[in-house]
């Protein structure tokens, strides 16, 4: 396809070519190296238990490293750049490949509490000689946390106490246990981490006629998780329980820095299938948070902080930042424009209120349930159905906003919503990625212009369009995750190219200005049926992270599909006993 080195900027790199997903591998360009970091099981703390999957124990994985990690960010500590930590999220489990199949309730309620323990989040503390060399994580770190599904999280904003939060465990409605389907997130200007709480409703049993069930994806049938067999908060059919599933759905934030803090809910942010939340602070210090709907033809949304960022390290000034998210109006996109032959499209947009100045802004919804059935209020005001929102970035030197659209196979078909300018494909296997500038480029606009920056797909499929450059490109398909460079480039992972295109899961690098804008290149490539998730782009110190997510996912325990990142050989003795199956796992790829 495409030979030629790309230099800007420090990392330069020959780009691979898309490998076939059938290939268990993790590919990597010519004169690069991909390391582990950290995988599924491996001890957090001096007192965790050795990995040993043959034996589900709940309390051994509470002090291990979960599973599925997806949303990443490694944050030096220290000015010589020796010391980070890494926090990621464990969005879901895949118990098939995970654990042998069990026998009696009493063994498979023991799996069904480990597979608990592994959702979550993990916060680990990173070391290395000097800048620019290869980190290791530290055992026994003193910043080092699990939260599980379990962990107590307080909620804040509007609905915080309101009758639609109220159970029995917790009848005031301000306390939740535990977060999971943490999908992607950010890492906001003052140290903290954001997830978004995505695909809860799996975890549930529920009556889909109580309000906001069927609109939220929840039924009556058993769960996909289980957890309703071992806890008696995940059926909420119960009275008792009736309102759990409103107790999830929401950005939380957590304080990496402060191993003793209590995570947050933002109920001021609303309530979705929150793919994630990343925060832009304007030059007079307003807050935003970006925010997208990860369901088909569901919304973009962007919040907007009352309260102004404090700049500096005082206590006074952390303890203000750490309220901004709590009070401020939520907003819902809706896009109009033009479809151009070639999909070059471009075209203007509002940003329509569902809450102002403390109050609701459609009719019909209070406060409280604009913030619990957000999808509602955005149904109400007649936002824009979009193609599966992911990851939502600002770049936070221009200001411009890149919206990942993954795919909608179900656009334009018989009773759903047709394409639009900004959806423009029908059937969409591929995905594409809107980029939008606020007017006056001011983060709080209401109103704003947008042109598609790319359109995916195979390299000769009609309608592909790449920001304008006519020369090759890499094929890419179902863009996720997203982040920037300090050169100007995007990088995006991908989650779905075997089942659209054929080849294994990526990351690519595609500049956003200049006359190379739009020559998207291949950087890597993940394992047999993974996910590539984080990514950080630590260009400056010669540094790519990805974190692996359910590599082999189709397997079984008895016929895995994958073997990263060990490979142990067939029929080696592998150091943890017999078992080789795959581990998802956070890499570094840095020069060789
Ligand atoms: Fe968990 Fe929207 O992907
Ligand atoms: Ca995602
Ligand atoms: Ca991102
Ligand atoms: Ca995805």
């Known amino acids: 396809q495409e030979a030629e080195a790309t230099t800007r900027g420090s990392l330069g790199f020959t780009p691979i070519t898309s490998v076939e997903s059938t290939k268990d591998a993790f590919t990597v360009p010519k004169g690069f190296r991909w390391d582990l970091i950290i995988r599924w099981g491996d001890p957090l703390f001096e007192n965790s ?129 535990g977060t999971f389907g943490n999908c992607s997130g950010g890492t906001t200007p003052w ?19 109580a309000r906001g069930g069927k ?20 059926d909420a059919t119960k009275a008792d329980y009736a309102n759990e599933p409103h107790r999830f759905g929401y950005v939380v934030e957590i304080d990496p820095t402060d191993p003793t803090s209590t995570p947050v809910k933002h109920t001021a942010m609303g309530r979705m299938k929150h793919e994630g939340a990343n925060i832009r602070v304007d030059d007079d210090g307003t807050v935003v948070a970006y925010m997208g709907d990860d369901e088909k033809f569901d919304y973009l949304y962007k919040f907007v902080a009352k309260n102004k960022f404090r700049k500096g390290s005082s206590r ?71 193609d599966r929102c992911e990851d939502v970035q600002p770049d936070l030197k221009t200001g411009k906003l890149y919206v990942v659209c993954t795919n909608n196979d179900a656009r334009g078909t018989t009773g759903k919503p047709a394409t639009d300018a900004a959806n423009p494909r029908p059937v969409n296997k591929n995905g594409h990625i809107i980029e939008i500038t606020e007017r006056r480029n001011q983060a709080d606009a209401t109103r704003f212009t947008w042109d598609l920056f790319l ?42 190219q075997p089942s659209s295109i054929k080849k294994n899961d990526g990351l690519f690098k595609v500049p956003l200005h200049g006359k190379e804008r739009g020559h998207l290149v291949q950087f890597l490539a993940v394992p047999v049926q993974a996910e590539t998730c984080g990514p950080v782009i630590h260009d400056r110190d010669g540094s790519v992270f990805v974190a692996v997510q359910h590599p082999g996912e189709e397997g079984t325990w008895a016929a895995q599909n994958s073997y990263f990142p060990d490979y142990v050989a067939a029929g080696a003795t592998p150091a943890r006993g017999a078992w080789r199956g795959p581990r998802p796992a956070v890499v570094q790829v840095t020069r060789a």
């Open 49 to 177: 238990p050795a990995f040993d999957p043959t034996k589900p124990d709940a309390q051994a994985q509470a002090l291990q490293f979960g599973y599925n990690n997806d949303y990443l960010d490694i944050i030096e500590t220290n000015s010589r750049g020796t010391r980070a930590l890494l926090v990621c999220n464990h969005e879901y489990t895949n118990r098939a490949i995970m654990f042998p199949p069990t026998t009696t309730e009493t063994e498979e309620a023991e799996v069904l509490r480990t597979l608990k323990a592994a959702h979550g989040f993990a916060v680990v503390e990173l070391e290395r000689a000097r800048r620019g060399a290869r980190w290791s994580y530290v055992r026994g770190g003193h910043h080092n946390r699990r939260i599980t599904a379990d962990t107590p999280f307080r909620f804040d904003g509007p609905a915080a106490g309101s009758d639609l939060l109220k159970t029995k465990a917790d009848p005031h409605g301000v306390r939740a246990l």
């Open 215 to 234: 609109r939220y994806g929840l039924t009556s049938a058993a769960s996909t998780y289980g957890w309703e067999k071992i806890d008696p908060r995940f």
């Open 316 to 386: 006074a000034a952390r303890k203000h930042n750490l309220q901004l998210l709590s009070e401020g109006d939520l907003y819902v996109a809706k896009f109009s424009g033009t479809q151009e032959a070639d999909n070059a499209n471009l075209g203007s947009g509002e940003w329509i209120p569902l809450t102002k100045n403390g109050r609701s802004a459609v009719t019909g919804f209070t406060l409280e349930e604009v913030l619990v059935f957000t999808r509602e209020a955005a149904d109400a005001v007649k936002a824009t159905p979009m």
């Open 455 to 496: 359109v995916c797909g195979d390299t000769d499929q009609a309608g592909t369009y790449f920001g304008g450059w006519e020369g090759p490109v890499a094929p890419i398909s179902c863009p996720d995750n997203i982040a920037f460079d300090s050169v100007g480039n995007l990088w995006i992972a991908t989650d779905g």
């Open 191 to 209: 140290g903290t981490v954001l997830s978004g709480e995505e695909n809860f409703n799996g975890y549930f049993v529920a009556d889909p006629a």
